[in-house]
């Protein structure tokens, strides 16, 4: 914590990097990890953690091993998202906004991720599967068991 | 370092790697490219070159705008012009350098156009091509042309040339040419570039910031990230024009998280920005200061909003303040602050080097110069397009589009996002400028268009934009947060088909009072989907409550699918593809769909055999079927009904 937190002292607006930097480090922003900003900025903690709930990228709790992200933006929502949404839910048996109980996937609704002329488009930790249609889904999802 | 000896060398490689007598390769690696597939294709040309021997030069190039046919590749010969090849498969791309650089044959058959001087016979001109004839090349002048990670490349194209140019004059003059070319903001609002760097100028205050505004975070849009991917400096080099104009110190660029590639594009850009003195103190000796940071968005729609933003860069939620006082006058931590899209700091570079005539003759009285769209939907040819304002919505759909996927029909074209509207065929001719589709209830907005055909149901589509300003409206105004929920569920019931008529006039009433009562544009707009679709599509709606049927067959409460027992031939296929059981049946006898089971989720119909199309999908209409599966009569038996 420590090391992320010394380069940017006395930095303004430096909340947000700091907590995207905590969280890439840690996976999610434990309670102790909020404690620590929040002394690093002597705010009180509800406000880092007003901050913090207020942006869709923070997370609270241990994350899957493989995070699966699939796109409802407008565009993959006029290409069936939706359905892409349903196919993935049967795959991997929860519903957007949960993870397995073995802690491998873990499944998000996102709204575009700009790959529009490819929808309806999945991105599996950081790599993008575009035109994708139901069937395709149990293919994509193996590649990452 | 003087500037003209960087330039007169980044011109002799470009002039050397053109002439060069190696054979070139160009790969379109941006995310769309990516994701179609380009890094297999580009692994597989490494290999074949390496196995065959060939010495080429291989370039990882932006996005050219034609992301239907990603992969793309190019090959440059020897004193040939460029050929593009589209939809590349590795094996496809070991065969091109088979028969292309080793054979000596282009393949016109797989070609799509030759790029640059002199012909290759059959191939036609790429640019001639009817997806690319009506566009206009400002913003994407380098996209596709050069490595977005070599500034030698952008400064011998006339990079920096515009900066060099703006260095020489007086800020006025600056902000005169900008506003001499008549651009407007191309984040949505339309307001004068120029006039908005003029406020800010002459706002008091030593300490003034400009913001680069690249928090795309209209779905269905991705015009920013392809251009920050294909061509960094083009935006740098505005925001450096805007900062020495306006007279501030230090600049943000805010992009959203959800682009990595183009936060690394930034971020090497920037770096080489530094090493050639274009940032930093004392700027090229000219004694102009300029300090550039990212700040990395971290997921939230209303940070598009310029005081919204302005508070996240500060560390703070990102919730947007009423205005006045305007950012020009006390905006980042209280200081004189300008903003401007991604799009409009481009445009600004391009002004300034080539001239506010040569931005001004494109587009219409009111509103000059190109916009660029992400053209997507159930259009043919989905991409990135540049087209002078003025042109017609059908020249965007059939001529650049390549008209309506799998020959459908038209219903609207939805531009401006959450905050925009849909527009039916009566608007077919209307022209694109920010006035026009204005007037129309729509807007222009940051530049996502999208098509939608016969089979997209309206109501749906309102119900989904308010599901999204819902979930991302701030809760700062209490019409916006509650009164979006209280639409949205109103929608809900209407696509369920649960809706009373009043409830048309209620979702009106809330409508004009969220536009009414919000404070930013979130809320102004959030509306305007469900207000332009009752305008113009209010038959949809009212067909929904009043017949409890959905039109375009789209709102799953309102569809039922059956299986037609005259075309049903007992193969099986949907039984095993159904995943709640609910199809029954046997070998050779007429399948039944259990509607109490079915979910719709509509693979049956997506895995009968296309010459059987024995699913049908009806909404408001029912269709006779046996009560139980009953054998199929034999094909004698069939003949003889027929007749």
Not at chain 1, 52 to 59: K, L, P
Not at chain 2, 517 to 538: D, I
Not at chain 2, 629 to 641: D, L, M, N, T
Request: net charge neutral; aromatic share 8%; hydrophobic share 35%.
């Amino acid at each position: 914590m420590t090391e992320i937190l010394t380069p940017y002292t006395g930095e303004r607006g430096a909340v947000i990097p700091v907590l995207q930097k905590v969280q890439q480090s840690f996976g999610y922003l434990r309670e102790d990890a909020i404690s620590k900003i929040a002394k690093f900025f002597r705010v009180s903690e509800s406000e880092i953690f007003g901050v913090a709930s207020f942006y869709a990228q923070f997370r609270f709790t241990r994350p899957a091993e493989h995070i699966v992200k699939v796109c409802l933006g407008t565009a993959c929502h006029v290409r069936g998202g939706e359905q892409i949404m349903e196919a993935m839910r049967r795959e991997l048996g929860i519903h957007s906004g949960n993870i397995t109980e073995d802690y491998k996937f873990g499944v998000d609704r996102v709204a575009c991720f700009g790959s529009c002329a490819l929808a309806p488009v999945v991105v599996i930790d950081d790599k993008v599967y575009g035109r994708l249609t139901p069937t395709k889904i149990k293919g994509i999802v193996d590649k990452h068991r | 370092m003087i500037f003209d000896d960087i330039r007169s060398q980044a011109i002799r490689e470009w002039e050397a790697l053109q002439n060069s007598q190696k054979p070139r390769i160009l790969i379109g690696t941006g995310t769309c490219g990516l994701a179609a597939g380009a890094e297999a294709v580009l692994e597989a040309i490494k290999q074949e070159l390496a196995q065959q021997s060939i010495d080429a030069t291989i370039t990882q190039v932006g996005c050219i705008g034609l992301c239907y046919t990603e992969p793309m590749v190019d090959i440059i010969m020897p004193n040939q012009p460029r050929v593009s090849y589209g939809d590349v498969t590795p094996e496809m791309a070991k065969q091109l350098i088979q028969d292309y650089i080793v054979n000596g044959n282009p393949r016109p058959d797989l070609a799509l156009g030759t790029i640059g001087d002199g012909r290759i016979e059959n191939i036609p001109a790429f640019f001639e091509l009817p997806v690319l004839k009506p566009q206009v090349r400002i913003v994407l002048r380098n996209c596709g042309f050069i490595d977005p990670e070599n500034i030698n490349q952008y400064i011998a194209n006339g990079g920096y040339s515009g900066f060099t140019r703006a260095l020489t004059m007086k800020p006025e003059q600056i902000i005169a040419e900008i506003k001499k070319s008549g651009l407007r903001g191309r984040g949505g609002a339309g307001f004068s570039t120029g006039q908005k760097w003029d406020f800010c100028r002459a706002s008091p205050g030593k300490e003034k910031y400009i913001i680069c505004n690249a928090d795309e975070g209209d779905p269905g849009a991705f015009m920013n990230r392809s251009v920050l991917e294909g061509d960094p400096h083009a935006v740098l080099e505005g925001m450096l024009i805007g900062a020495y104009a306006i007279g501030a110190t230090q600049g943000y660029i805010y992009c959203r998280a959800e682009y990595p590639l183009a936060l690394k594009r930034l971020r090497v850009a920037i770096k080489q920005m530094e090493q050639y003195d274009l940032l930093g103190d004392n700027i090229l000796n000219s004694g102009f200061s300029f300090h550039l940071k990212i700040k990395e968005g971290a997921g939230a729609f209303v940070c598009g909003e310029e005081t919204a933003l302005m508070a996240s860069i500060e560390g703070k939620r990102g919730m947007p303040r009423s205005r006045p006082p305007f950012p020009a006058v006390s905006g980042l931590w209280g200081k004189p602050t300008n903003i401007n899209n991604v799009e409009s700091w481009i445009s600004a570079a391009f002004i300034m080097q080539k001239g506010a005539d040569q931005f001004a003759k494109y587009g219409t009285e009111t509103s000059k110069g190109t916009k660029t769209f992400a053209l997507v939907g159930k259009v043919e040819r989905t991409g990135l397009i540049e087209v002078p304002f003025g042109i017609t919505i059908s020249d965007i759909v059939y001529n650049v589009g390549g008209g309506i996927l799998k020959g459908k029909a038209f219903k609207a074209v939805q531009t401006g996002g959450p905050s925009g509207g849909c527009l039916g065929s009566d608007f077919f001719d209307t022209p694109v400028d920010y006035d026009t589709l204005a007037k129309a209830g729509s807007i222009v907005g940051s530049g996502g268009m999208i098509v939608l055909d016969e089979d997209t149901c309206v109501v749906d589509l309102a119900r989904y934009f308010l599901t999204f300003v819902q979930e991302e409206s701030c809760g700062k105004c209490v019409p916006c947060r509650v009164g979006t929920r209280q639409m949205l569920g109103i929608l809900e019931k209407i696509t369920k088909g649960q809706a009373n008529p009043s409830d048309i006039e209620q979702l009106q009433k809330l409508a004009e009072t969220v536009r009414d009562g919000s404070l930013c544009a979130l809320g102004g707009t959030a509306p305007n989907p469900v207000l332009t679709t009752l305008r113009y599509f209010r038959d949809e709606y009212e067909a929904h409550v009043q017949d409890k049927r959905c039109p375009a067959r789209s709102c799953k409460e309102l569809v039922s699918y059956y299986i037609l027992p005259d075309k049903c031939e007992g193969c099986g296929i949907c039984i095993r593809s159904c995943p709640t059981e609910a199809i029954l049946g046997g070998k050779r006898m007429i399948h039944i769909i259990d509607q109490s089971k079915c979910t719709k989720c509509g693979s049956c119909s997506d895995v009968c055999p296309p010459r059987f199309s024995a699913v049908a999908k009806v909404s408001g209409e029912k269709i006779e079927v046996p009560k139980e599966p009953v054998p199929i009569p034999s094909k004698k038996k069939e003949a003889i009904q027929e007749k």
